[in-house]
């Protein structure tokens, strides 16, 4: 990644003129210096081949709902993770290191983008990078180029999701206001709001509750 785009600096419509970095002052030396170094210029690839980033780049944008810029740079973060041999300490028994299965699993995402639709994974349309996306998910515990599809598909999203609410900019999207120490809460409880943290803008729009409470 060459450039960098112009920081998200608030919480948008849902928690609007919402920057968790502006709690920065309330944050210990280190824990600021960490965060911080998160809205910075993103890290040399050095894990990820050419051909591995662009194909991570695409799954990463279609996982995690990113289609326009400014997107939190998730490619980055998980190639520094993997760079670094930072992994969750474990693995499944059926599949291989993580190194490796991210290795196999993005040239697999390609061999078969190439098959249904004549192209690179990253290079195919969205709607053709989400069915194929669907398909693996589908497959459940059934066998994708020989590892279990359900497996690969934990891989992906464990990635990617600790990458993306690693950042800042996601944490402007939730409402969260970074860490609590060495400041701390002092009003406990549901929908007890500290000073510096901004209501939900659309607090009936919540995908879970209206899945599992209808109105």
Same mark, same amino acid.
């Given at each position: 990644?060459?450039?960098?785009?112009?920081?998200?600096?608030?919480?948008?419509?849902?928690?609007?003129?919402?920057?968790?970095?502006?709690?920065?002052?309330?944050?210990?030396?280190?824990?600021?210096?960490?965060?911080?170094?998160?809205?910075?210029?993103?890290?040399?690839?050095?894990?990820?081949?050419?051909?591995?980033?662009?194909?991570?780049?695409?799954?990463?944008?279609?996982?995690?709902?990113?289609?326009?810029?400014?997107?939190?740079?998730?490619?980055?973060?998980?190639?520094?993770?993997?760079?670094?041999?930072?992994?969750?300490?474990?693995?499944?028994?059926?599949?291989?290191?993580?190194?490796?299965?991210?290795? %196999?699993?993005?040239? @697999?995402?390609?061999?078969?983008?190439?098959?249904?639709?004549?192209?690179?994974?990253?290079? @195919?349309?969205?709607?053709?990078? @989400?069915?194929?996306?669907?398909?693996?998910?589908?497959?459940?515990?059934?066998?994708?180029?020989?590892?279990?599809?359900?497996?690969? $598909?934990?891989? $992906?999203?464990?990635?990617?999701?600790?990458?993306?609410?690693?950042?800042?900019?996601? $944490?402007?999207?939730?409402?969260?206001?970074?860490?609590?120490?060495? %400041?701390?809460?002092?009003?406990?409880?549901?929908?007890?709001?500290?000073?510096?943290?901004?209501?939900?803008?659309?607090?009936?729009?919540?995908?879970? %509750?209206?899945?599992?409470?209808?109105?």
């Amino acid at each position: 990644m060459s450039t960098f785009p112009l920081p998200r600096s608030d919480g948008g419509a849902r928690f609007p003129g919402f920057d968790a970095a502006s709690q920065v002052k309330h944050w210990d030396t280190a824990t600021a210096s960490v965060v911080m170094a998160r809205l910075g210029r993103p890290q040399d690839i050095r894990f990820f081949t050419p051909a591995q980033e662009a194909a991570a780049g695409a799954l990463f944008n279609q996982l995690l709902d990113q289609h326009r810029e400014p997107r939190v740079p998730v490619v980055s973060i998980v190639d520094a993770r993997l760079a670094a041999q930072q992994t969750d300490g474990w693995h499944y028994e059926d599949m291989p290191t993580d190194a490796q299965a991210w290795a %196999r699993t993005l040239a @697999a995402l390609d061999e078969d983008a190439g098959l249904r639709c004549g192209t690179l994974f990253a290079t @195919a349309s969205l709607n053709e990078q @989400a069915r194929l996306l669907q398909s693996i998910q589908n497959l459940g515990k059934d066998m994708w180029h020989g590892m279990p599809a359900q497996q690969v $598909w934990s891989l $992906w999203t464990r990635y990617a999701c600790t990458a993306f609410y690693s950042h800042p900019w996601a $944490w402007n999207e939730i409402g969260f206001a970074g860490p609590a120490y060495p %400041r701390g809460y002092k009003n406990m409880g549901v929908d007890a709001l500290e000073p510096f943290e901004v209501p939900d803008a659309n607090p009936g729009d919540d995908p879970i %509750r209206t899945k599992a409470e209808p109105s």
